[in-house]
């Protein structure tokens, strides 16, 4: 069964940056598709970024094309979302997901079978 925590969520101006990271439990990561979800309330979620097994392909929402950068560190089981010049819009809580290769990896939900809990992130005007 593999684990998915994330962490790196808070509190931030407009314009401000954070970074969240999701950390694994099993190497199984390694090999898994990893993609990085948000919702808001009231609102469906929406698939933000998501990168495959051995970081070549990334992809990203138009919402956030030039602002968000996905990474990832096999070695570490973590995979990142560096988040800049971060608008109220973006005010969410964000979850990581894992699921099996492909290329290009999925923004859709249902591509994706292990979920975190999810971190909040709250950007004020």
């Known amino acids: 069964q593999l684990q998915l925590v994330e962490s790196g969520g808070g509190l931030v101006h407009a314009g401000g940056s954070l970074r969240l990271s999701c950390a694994a439990s099993a190497l199984t990561f390694r090999y898994s598709n990893i993609g990085w979800f948000r919702q808001a309330p009231g609102k469906e979620r929406e698939g933000v970024s998501c990168i495959t097994s051995d970081g070549f392909s990334t992809n990203y929402a138009d919402s956030v094309k030039g602002r968000f950068t996905i990474s990832r560190d096999n070695a570490k089981n973590t995979v990142y979302l560096q988040m800049n010049s971060l608008k109220p819009e973006d005010t969410a809580v964000y979850y990581c997901?894992?699921?099996?290769?492909?290329?290009?990896?999925?923004?859709?939900?249902?591509?994706?079978?292990?979920w975190g809990q999810g971190t909040q992130v709250t950007v004020s005007s």
């Open positions: 997901a894992a699921g099996p290769l492909r290329v290009p990896a999925s923004l859709d939900p249902h591509s994706y079978d292990y």
